[in-house]
């Protein structure tokens, strides 16, 4: 079994910054591409950031230059430093990791965490 484990919502006034974590744990060969996705009240689920295991970054419009994707491959982690937060950044974050969990198949899983909550006070 996988489990990925995010940390660090919470509630902040606007032009705050917040950092988000996420651990991967269990049965795991290789991770490849990581990244957060949000759902808003009312809204479908977006893609906020990926980053691919060399650690090339892609952003939603929205969040471009405020926000930052990392990873540490080795202890298989994945944050995102929210600055200049907005009251539209207000969601639930989602962790999400591409695992590769046999050894044999070169066969890939999209995992999702738990979500933390994101509030952003105007």
């Known amino acids: 079994q996988v489990h990925l484990v995010e940390s660090g919502g919470g509630l902040v006034q606007a032009g705050g910054s917040l950092r988000l974590s996420c651990g991967a744990s269990?049965?795991?060969?290789?991770?490849?591409?990581m990244g957060w996705y949000r759902q808003a009240p009312g809204k479908q689920r977006e893609l906020v950031a990926s980053?691919?295991?060399?650690?090339?970054?892609d952003y939603a419009e929205a969040v471009k230059g405020r926000f930052i994707i990392s990873r540490e491959n080795a202890k298989k982690t994945v944050d995102l430093q929210m600055n200049s937060l907005k009251p539209e950044d207000t969601a639930i974050y989602y962790c999400?990791?591409?695992?590769?969990?046999?050894?044999?198949?070169?066969?890939?899983?999209?995992?999702w965490g738990q979500g933390t909550q994101v509030t952003v006070s105007s």
């Open positions: 980053i691919t295991r060399g650690g090339s970054t």
């Open positions: 269990g049965s795991i060969f290789s991770i490849n591409d």
């Open positions: 999400t990791a591409d695992i590769r969990t046999n050894v044999v198949l070169a066969v890939s899983t999209r995992y």
